[in-house]
């Protein structure tokens, strides 16, 4: 039998090409406006992905011409003290984006810190005020991670109105806004999550299928309608036979990628797009500041 294989939906060169627009816009920005863009990172306790995922964006930072602030802090930093650090860094003139790294260890409650940070700095878009906004199809922040699988599938012209759309997981950072900007584009969307029943008849009727749940190898090609486009979410770390780190998607890619039309790698999909829209989001604050 032929089988065919999946086209691949590049987020590591797209990613690229974002932050090259970015860093010629930052470079002729910058003499007139008298500073750089400038991203306030804080990370709080010493997870090793955490820590590896703020080296990635300090380092996307410095390649466009992005200040970063990076800001450490140890695992037993109190809530008042991360607090007042957002205050201050609400009214630096030097920041125009803040973005708390999630997970928080367990002592501190991230809803009411991420509610601290101004929503016009909020370059995450988890501000109840950007998410409130999403909702009513008005301009603002957007999360970083769906707005980088609209963008990658904008590049790439997949037809998104009319079509049906399945989203698999529901959290805040991913699923419940991504549902919405699908929604926005005028998709037919379904949310399906860990309760559902019939996943798999779900997942089969989708014209683009969304994984965002944090199981890997959860999406097999058997589950697909051919010809769908799916879009894998997932980063799951996982330690190979000879010992080595592995990052692994919610999608089973070999068995997928016979069926699919267009597929997302991971590592090379979403999470280089993730880091191109938060670095967009960084330098639309910027603009909005002049
Ligand atoms: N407040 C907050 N905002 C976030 O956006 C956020 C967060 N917390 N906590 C953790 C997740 C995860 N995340 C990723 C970003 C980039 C890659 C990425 O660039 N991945 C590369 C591989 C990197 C590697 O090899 O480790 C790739 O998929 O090709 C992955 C994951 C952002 N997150």
Redo the contacts with the bound molecule.
């Keep these: 039998m032929e089988t065919q294989t999946a086209k691949i939906l590049d987020g ?1 060169a797209l990613s690229a090409k974002i932050q090259q627009s970015l860093s010629a816009q930052i470079q002729e920005l910058q003499p007139k406006f008298g500073r750089p863009p400038g991203l306030a990172v804080l990370m709080v306790g010493d997870n090793p992905a ?1 820590a ?2 703020v080296r ?1 964006k300090e380092r996307a930072c410095e390649k466009v011409g992005i200040a970063s602030f990076g800001k450490h802090f140890p695992t037993q930093t109190s809530l008042a003290e991360l607090e007042d650090t957002i205050a201050a860094l609400n009214n630096d003139p030097q920041v125009d984006g803040i ?5 928080l260890p367990e002592h501190l409650d991230s809803v009411k810190l991420l509610n601290q940070i101004a929503p016009e700095k909020d370059v ?1 878009g ?1 501000h109840p005020v950007n998410m409130g906004r999403l909702v009513r199809s008005e301009e603002g922040l957007r999360s ?2 769906p707005a980088g699988v609209m963008r990658l599938l904008e590049e790439y012209q997949i037809p998104v109105q009319g079509k049906q759309a399945v989203v698999l997981g529901r959290s805040i ?1 991913v699923g419940k806004p991504l549902a919405l900007m699908l929604l926005e584009a005028n998709a037919t969307v379904t949310v399906a999550h860990s309760r559902s029943h019939e996943i798999k008849s779900i997942t089969q009727s989708a014209d683009i299928l969304i994984a965002a749940v944090g199981r890997n190898g959860l999406v097999t090609g058997e589950m697909l309608k051919p010809g769908a486009i799916v879009v894998d979410v997932g ?1 799951n770390r996982v330690v190979d036979a000879s010992g080595k780190d592995r ?1 692994i998607g919610d999608v089973h890619f070999e068995s997928a990628s016979k069926v699919a039309e267009y597929i997302t790698p ?7 797009m ?2 191109a829209m ?1 670095l967009q989001n960084t330098v639309k604050s910027y603009l909005t500041r002049f």
């Excluded at 973005?99 to 997970?103: C, D, F, G, S, Y």
């Excluded at 991971?266 to 280089?272: D, L, T």
């Design positions: 590591k955490s590896a995922y990635g973005l708390v790294q999630l997970p995450d988890l970083c991670t950072l980063i990052l991971v590592p090379g999909g979403i999470g280089p993730t880091v938060l």
